[in-house]
């Protein structure tokens, strides 16, 4: 098929890139691909006309999204012009359900196929959403193997393609000049990079948090050098203004994730994709997720794993029966309110120690940072787990070569 006109829809930061990545390889195989839709800067230089950056509007839980009703209307609007007045042979929508549900569901009623590369984890969350994905879904690339199974059981067609972070990661070519020069700062002191998330309610949220939990740990260890690893500059003047206010001197880079993510001892992170770089570029984190106390009782009810993170459900799923295809990746039937939060026995067992709270974690949070920072044996064990479940995870040579030919067909 030549001369493809796709229409992608991506919200999320991390979708921006994969989708980016993903009309690269496209055009790799079929140069005169042509590219319209929503996304954000790194779709943008890869040459996709956007309509809007959807980027500056990734939003959560209910509040957002609603004072935002109407500029998502309009950004529907836009879609709709495009698939009534152009030839789009496909539409690839990348996470961000809320709004990309209405774009597929648009799609479809001017006969256009729908692809959902990297799906929105529907098995974690309000999983009835599935009957939205099997009405206007044609074809589901899936990044993780227990999704792919959970899929189909549902029946949506779906192929396993494998995750891009890893193909990303092994291919990125970070700036080694910072690196050295950042290294050379900190000399042998262990570097713990602090990720706050890529979305401003995010690092909202989550930032006080993150700061009680790094004076704990530079009390404990005082030749730690915390970083933050910042999205974008608002963000990071912020996070650089709420530093000053506290009187702390940790720097604050943007753009330099995976530079920071490689340097590192180990991390805390913000909740997100960012899990799957760690475990690609093999480093420990803790993973902090504070959400107000509506939504904490609300997911109680809706959230069907009994982990936040991507890297620990995996790990889950290592133990499942392959007879029966059983995992303990998900909640059976049964379960109808979850846990209020992990004890210290199921954490203690988990890759990456989470905290999804609605009160303050800090303390136990960093607990776990000064085990890893203190103890050699501690964080060497953590990595040779983490070494071992990369090794089986990622097993696809290239994920966005196997989602790119089946776009083309």
Known sequence: MNNLRLFFSAGEPSG??????????LR??????????????????SNCKLLADLTQHAVMWLKKPLANYFLFRNFLKQAEAVFASEKIDAVILVDYPGFNWHVAKCAKKYGIP????????????????????????????????????WFEKHGIETDYIGHPFFEETRQYQPDTAFMESFRKQCGDEPILTLLPG?????????????????????AAVPKVRPVFAAFKETQAAFIRKMLEQRGLMIPVFVGKTPELLRLASCCLAVSGSVSLESLACNKPAVIYYRVGRLPFFIQRFFRRTPSITLVNLLELDRHRNETTGETPVFYGDAVRFIPAEADVETRSKMLFPEFLTCTDKSKEAAACLIDWLSTPESIQQSKERLASLLQEVDSVSSPLTAAAKKIIG
Not at 16 to 25: K, N, P
Not at 126 to 149: G, I, T
Not at 198 to 218: K, M, P, T, W, Y
Request: glycine share 4%; with cysteine.
């Open 198 to 218: 890529s979305r401003d309610q995010e690092v909202h949220g989550n930032l006080a948090d993150i700061l009680f939990a790094v004076e704990i740990v530079r």
């Open 16 to 25: 921006d890139l994969h989708a980016a990545h993903l009309i690269d390889r």
């Open 28 to 45: 790799s195989l079929e140069p005169e691909t042509e590219c319209i839709g929503f996304g954000g800067p790194k779709m943008q230089s």
């Open 114 to 149: 729908v692809y959902y590369f990297m799906p929105p984890q529907i098995w974690s969350w309000a999983s009835w959403r599935v009957k939205k994905m099997k009405r206007y879904v044609d074809k589901v690339f899936s990044p993780l193997p227990f999704e792919q199974r």
